[in-house]
């Protein structure tokens, strides 16, 4: 099983394309969130003016810093926007938020047992790819880990903890590449969605052959390439 990673934002992105009124309020859906402007749609691009990470939590070159959260709800409170909405500010914080938020609307529709936003990812953009191995914290025989010197590299506890939905899925190489071949007909099929009702199109950024672009990186690395 191989990490996603920032990957992950991708089907997560889509599915809230997919199943969410993009342009209405977060507020609407989460009535905890402080700014009251803040759309669905800026969460999926970025523009929302939140940071990568709340100020609570310690953004540290080494360590894991998702393993301080893991078994703790994510505190609505914490989404105060650090930069104007509408510029680009890569932030896991505003993922974290989509998943909470896509778990609220539609994950208690379609798993009753879990109501989490992956079973609304899996119904939209999973299951659809042929995607079946998908997994937020699989066995640790199962993972492909990297090493350092000889010593395997501890993963993130990004599946484990409240911001999965910006990091966490892990799968088999397959099924991995099953979603990037997917990703063209995601692209044609929004695009011809959005065309038809009339509905601002935001081009292949969600769902289509440059979806990684939502994803970002890590730091400093330009959007487009794998990061968390």
Known sequence: MLEWGSITKGPVGTTAWLALEVE???????????????????????????????????????????????????HLAAAVPATPRGQFVYSNLGYALLGALLGALLGALLDEVHGDWFAAVRQHVLDPAGISSAALVPADADRVVAKLFGRTIQPWALGESSFAAAGGVWSTFDDLCRYAFSTNTGCRRLTARDSSSGRRQVGPAVGGAELVSVSGARNGVRPGTIGA
């Not at 507020?27 to 003016?49: E, I, K, M, Q, R």
């Open 24 to 74: 209405r309020p977060v507020v609407h859906y989460l009535p905890g969130v402080p700014d009251a402007d803040t759309t669905v749609a800026d969460f999926v691009h970025h523009t929302s003016g939140l940071p990568r990470l709340p100020a609570t939590m310690r953004d540290r070159l080494f360590g894991d810093p998702y393993r301080e959260p893991v078994g703790v709800p994510l």
